[in-house]
């Protein structure tokens, strides 16, 4: 049985060689090249001096917090309504699921660019949402919503949210949802039911869908240059000024490993928690 | 199961449904229903899918809201109460096991979510794993169980906050043949030990035979029958009845004769009679079905029969034999009929009973004609 077991194994391996050897080409060496430039000077040698440039100016903090801080928020807001709309989802009819499915994928063939300036039309100031707010009297004066950060989490949020629905979605289809009801016939109110039962069992979902969305708001580039433009740094927008203004390919460099290990670093802890949470949550299968 | 929960509501109830309807667009579901049971009943509702027997059982544990009639349990109305509030337990077909806790949490579930705390969740723990045998596996993931053991742990779940009354829905539906008998006496044992009312779902109608008190037959959204399960099977009320639980023979005719005690049926295959009892408001003319149970026939050789000196009076029929089926301490003989519409005409002979079969034989069939149940049949039929 071992042996048989192993060769199967050993012949399923080959089918990662393609990817395998794609990710390599085009992925890790660019990303040893880029490693490398970071730690090196001007005249070729190996030097610390992009890290010790980095790490001392204090503007940089602060573009590394407003990164994280719009990431997180984006996340924090994806998730609130994404989470929802995925249990909806995952819950109607096949018909409705069919419809919903259509609205969350159709715009990810929309690029970004386009994303992004329709927004730019519907928040500024003489656009749709200011003229409805103010023709409902809600607001006298237009209300700022471009070239500041609210209408950039706005426009982020939209982009990302299928990133956040479909993961949640999938472990909430697979969730039976006589879970729910076996909980309320045991006592449980459904606030109770939410947070010891269906939250527990649909993490996995909830912890891919954040690392996605998380990893991809933290390096988002075309809707913050869009949206906000130059007044408001974050690390990518100051890595491709480094890159294709300033010619720094050290500075860049070194940018672009920062924001990398933050990327990886979630991502890493995401998935350790995400093996931690299954390992429990084998049962799925035999108990459904 | 003792003192630890005491302080709540944990007296086990009666429970009356009356005038229950549910329906699903215009189709009635259920179909202003009336039903009792009393306090430590055992009591099957027994029917085919679609009866509308697991639509009646979650309007009891308030999964879902009945359109009209009322819920009591005990003396209390919980006909508005969400399930939450209602103290029902439930045992689902599925287990419904929390998949992300041990079996002790599972168990310790319920009880948190009634403020059950310290010592006395464990003790409330402890005595549910306890009453179902499974004290050793309470640090076990839900997944290194197998089925019976699930189904333990789901009853142990649902026993574990006192409940006032229990609801299964066809719980061992999932397990194989030879663990659901051991499992059907068990959880019976399991259900009186705990001093449980229970009401227990099920179309497998020996399953319901074996385990309860009384049995409802449930056939569109009503009750046909509700009584003991000798009387179910003895005495069933309606053809619906007849023909769910147990197997029989049967013969549609027309009422050729009424007397005092007697009434006689003309059929394609001679005539029978029957107990007037079975049929009080029968007159000459009127279509009926003629049913017997199979091990209520005895066969002979036609050769053999003499002249009918029996005290009890009988009925006798020729018949031609059919196919023979071997059930181990029975076989089961069916006889070639020229009926249409009707059931197969069989009878149930004890193997270790000499009467040779073969196809084609010729044979007496005769039971005692107090066993003879007989139905009015709908002009429809």
Not at chain 1, 18 to 25: D, E, K, R, T
Not at chain 1, 110 to 124: D, M
Not at chain 2, 195 to 224: K, P
Request: charged fraction near 15%; aromatic fraction near 8%.
């Amino acid at each position: 049985m071992a042996s048989t077991a192993h060769s199967a194994t050993s012949r399923v391996a080959w089918l990662a060689i393609p990817g395998a050897g794609y990710l390599l080409l085009v992925f890790a060496l660019p990303l040893a090249l880029l490693l490398a430039s970071s730690f090196q000077s001007e005249q070729g040698g190996f030097t610390w001096q992009g890290y010790t440039n980095f790490l001392s100016d204090p503007f940089n903090a602060t573009v590394v917090w407003n990164t994280l801080k719009i990431a997180f928020i984006v996340t924090g807001l994806c998730l609130l309504i994404g989470y929802p709309t995925a249990f909806a989802m995952a819950r109607t009819s096949l018909p409705v699921q069919g419809g919903m499915f259509l609205a969350l994928i159709l715009p990810l063939s929309v690029g970004v660019i386009v994303k992004s300036f329709a927004w730019t039309i519907i928040l500024r100031s003489n656009g749709p949402i200011n003229h409805i707010l103010m023709s409902l009297g809600i607001v006298d004066d237009p209300v700022k919503l471009l070239f500041n950060e609210r209408g950039l989490v706005i426009a982020a949020v939209h982009v990302f949210l299928p990133f956040m629905v479909l993961p949640i979605f999938t472990v909430a289809r697979q969730i039976d949802s006589r879970m729910q009801e076996a909980a309320a016939t045991l006592g449980a109110t459904p606030v109770h039911t939410f947070l010891k039962v269906t939250w527990p069992l649909s993490l996995p979902g909830v912890v891919t869908g954040c690392a996605f969305v998380f990893s991809m708001a933290v390096s988002m580039y075309v809707i913050p240059a869009l949206l906000i433009g130059d007044r408001y740094q974050t690390l990518p927008a100051m890595m491709a000024r480094a890159y294709l203004f300033m010619r720094d390919r050290q500075a860049g460099s070194t940018m672009a490993v920062v924001l990398l290990l933050i990327a990886v670093f979630i991502v890493v802890a995401s998935t350790l928690l995400t093996r931690r949470l299954q390992a429990r949550t084998q049962a799925q299968g035999v108990a459904a | 199961m003792g003192g630890a929960l005491g302080s709540r509501d944990g007296a086990v109830s009666s429970l009356l449904l009356s005038g229950i309807v549910k329906r699903y667009g215009t189709q009635a579901v259920v179909d202003g229903l009336d039903f009792s049971i009393r306090s430590g009943e055992f009591v099957s509702l027994l029917g085919p899918s679609g009866c509308g027997k697991t639509t009646l059982l979650r309007i009891i544990a308030g999964l879902i809201a009945c359109d009209a009639g009322r819920v009591v349990v005990g003396d209390t109305d919980v006909t508005k109460l969400p399930a939450h509030r209602r103290n029902i337990g439930v045992v689902f077909q599925s287990y419904a096991l929390f998949p992300h806790l041990t079996v002790g949490e599972n168990i310790a579930f319920g009880l948190k979510a009634h403020g059950v705390q310290g010592t006395e969740l464990a003790a409330g723990v402890s005595q549910a794993l306890k009453a179902v045998q499974l004290s050793a596996l309470a640090d076990r993931p839900i997944s290194a169980l197998s089925g019976g053991q699930q189904q333990r742990v789901a009853v142990a779940r649902a026993i574990a906050t006192r409940p006032r009354l229990i609801l299964l829905d066809e719980p061992l539906s999932a397990l194989d043949r030879k663990l659901r008998e051991t499992m059907q006496i068990e959880l019976r044992q399991m259900l009186r030990d705990a001093g449980m009312t229970a009401i227990f779902v099920t179309h497998d109608q020996e399953e319901a035979l074996v385990m309860s008190d009384r049995i409802a037959v449930m056939n569109h959204g009503r009750i046909e029958q509700f009584d003991a399960p000798d009387t179910i099977y003895a005495r069933p009320s309606t053809p619906f009845a007849l023909n769910f639980v147990g197997l029989s023979s049967q013969w549609h005719g027309e009422v050729s004769r009424v007397s005092d005690t007697l009434l006689t049926v003309q059929t394609d295959c001679g005539t029978i009679d029957a107990p007037l009892a079975a049929l009080p408001d029968a007159t000459p003319g009127a279509r009926v079905l003629v049913g017997v149970r199979p091990e209520m026939i005895e066969i002979k050789h036609l050769e053999t029969s003499l002249a009918p000196l029996d005290a009890v009076p009988r009925n006798r029929l020729a018949v031609t034999v059919g196919e023979t089926v071997f059930l181990g301490s029975r076989r089961l003989v069916y006889f070639q009929s020229q009926q249409v519409g009707a059931n197969a005409v069989m009878a149930e002979v004890a193997t270790n009973q000499s009467v040779a079969t073969a196809p084609g034989d010729q044979l007496q069939l005769s039971w005692p004609v107090g066993h003879t149940l007989v139905y009015p049949m709908s002009a429809s039929h």
